[in-house]
């Protein structure tokens, strides 16, 4: 069985910060991307940022400068660090983990987190 469990979500004041953390465990051969998307009550769920296995970055045009993504290969696992943070980041947080479970096949799966709560008061 495979999981991917977020960590670190909780309610903070404007300004402050979080690091969340996600780890991808289980019968993994091997990963590839991994990231985080965000949903907001009413809103899309829209990319926060996607790290790759090579530590390539892509961010939201909103989080640059304040957001810093990276990866511990060895652990599978992916950090996001937030910093000044703004109430309109107030979201579901969802980690994404590109997993490849078959050592036969050459396939890989995209797979999701269950998300945890980011609420940024103001």
């Known amino acids: 069985q495979v999981q991917v469990v977020e960590s670190g979500g909780g309610l903070v004041q404007a300004g402050g910060s979080l690091r969340l953390s996600c780890a991808a465990s289980g019968s993994i051969f091997s990963v590839s991307d991994m990231g985080w998307y965000r949903q907001a009550p009413g809103k899309q769920r829209e990319l926060v940022a996607v790290?790759?296995?090579?530590?390539?970055?892509t961010y939201a045009d909103s989080v640059k400068g304040r957001f810093t993504i990276s990866r511990d290969n060895a652990k599978n696992t992916v950090y996001l660090k937030m910093n000044s943070l703004k109430p309109e980041d107030t979201a579901v947080y969802y980690c994404?983990?590109?997993?490849?479970?078959?050592?036969?096949?050459?396939?890989?799966?995209?797979?999701w987190g269950q998300g945890t709560q980011v609420t940024v008061s103001s």
């Open positions: 790290i790759s296995s090579a530590d390539s970055t």
């Open positions: 994404l983990a590109d997993l490849r479970i078959d050592q036969l096949s050459g396939l890989y799966y995209r797979y």
